[in-house]
């Protein structure tokens, strides 16, 4: 799949290790809420899972203007504190989820793709044990990320 859109918003994270699972729940909440407030034509959403960095930052399109991910991100901030953050702001090679899967390589390679990282901070990440739902605080916090995607689809 390829993606075919100019604008990509991508929920990063799993499901099964409690506020990791922000970004793709923030995705779905999102799409649950379409008819009611719809996207651009020009825009997509992606349930990326863990496996975004791989399946679809590493696919480029040249469609593509704007990649917009929803993550978790420990930033110093209070548990369900939403931030937005550029690909500059991630250091090269140190963007790790909590399996140890590295973002920055593949989002590096897109250097004609503007990036933007709406990120959550977590209160409790529960990998390697399953703890499936999130914290009160992160689960709070996803109608301000999804406002956040809405100012951010204007291109």
Same mark, same amino acid.
């Given at each position: ?18 506020? $990791? ?7 779905? *909440?999102? *799409?649950?809420? %379409? $008819? ?23 696919? =480029? ?9 929803? $993550? ?17 702001? !991630? ?18 390679? %897109?250097?004609?793709? *503007?990036? !933007?990282?709406?990120?959550?901070? =977590?209160?409790? !990440?529960?990998?390697?044990? !399953?703890?499936?739902? %999130? ?21």
């Amino acid at each position: 799949m390829t993606y075919d859109a100019e604008v990509l918003v991508v929920g990063c994270g799993n499901v099964l290790f409690k506020d $990791d699972g922000f970004g793709p729940t923030a995705i779905k *909440e999102l *799409e649950e809420h %379409l $008819d009611e407030r719809p996207l651009p034509d020009n825009v997509i959403t992606i349930d990326g899972g863990t496996s975004a960095p791989y399946y679809v930052f590493s696919l =480029p399109n040249p469609m593509w203007k704007k990649i917009i991910i929803l $993550d978790i991100s420990d930033f110093g901030g209070k548990p369900g504190d939403v931030k937005i953050l550029s690909k500059d702001d !991630v250091p090269e090679g140190k963007y790790q989820d909590p399996h140890s899967l590295s973002v920055a390589d593949p989002l590096d390679d %897109l250097d004609e793709v *503007e990036i !933007v990282i709406i990120a959550c901070q =977590p209160e409790k !990440v529960s990998s390697p044990f !399953v703890e499936v739902g %999130l914290s009160d605080s992160v689960k709070d916090a996803i109608p301000k990320a999804i406002d956040i995607v809405y100012e951010q689809v204007k291109l």
